[in-house]
């Protein structure tokens, strides 16, 4: 089991930007695909951006050219800079790791668009 924890969230203006950052605590973590996923009230929860054990990216088309994912295998830390931040990009922001089929899942983060 991976034990994730994500830190970064918070209250910004449309237009802005954040930094989230998901800390893992596992061995062999570079083995590990990634992913952040959100979710809205009233809303399922969302693949916004994966990165595999190999550095690919791939991103929900909604978020693509403002949000990007990547990782630091050796401080076992991943990243998602979120700019050009709108409204609906609204929710409680959560850090996976999945590894042969197992998933583990942080607490989440509440991000907040509003004016």
């Known amino acids: 089991q991976v034990q994730l924890v994500e830190s970064g969230g918070g209250l910004v203006q449309p237009g802005g930007s954040l930094r989230l950052s998901c800390a893992a605590s596992?061995?062999?973590?570079?083995?590990?695909?990634m992913g952040w996923y959100r979710q809205a009230p009233g809303k399922q929860r969302e693949l916004v951006a994966a990165?595999?054990?190999?550095?690919?990216?791939n991103y929900a088309e909604s978020v693509k050219g403002r949000f990007t994912i990547s990782r630091d295998n050796a401080k076992k830390m991943v990243y998602l800079q979120i700019n050009s931040l709108k409204p609906e990009d609204t929710a409680v922001y959560y850090c996976?790791?999945?590894?042969?089929?197992?998933?583990?899942w942080g607490q989440g983060t509440q991000v907040t668009v509003s004016s």
């Open positions: 996976n790791a999945e590894y042969r089929g197992r998933d583990s």
């Open positions: 596992v061995s062999f973590f570079s083995i590990y695909a």
């Open positions: 990165i595999s054990s190999g550095g690919s990216t």
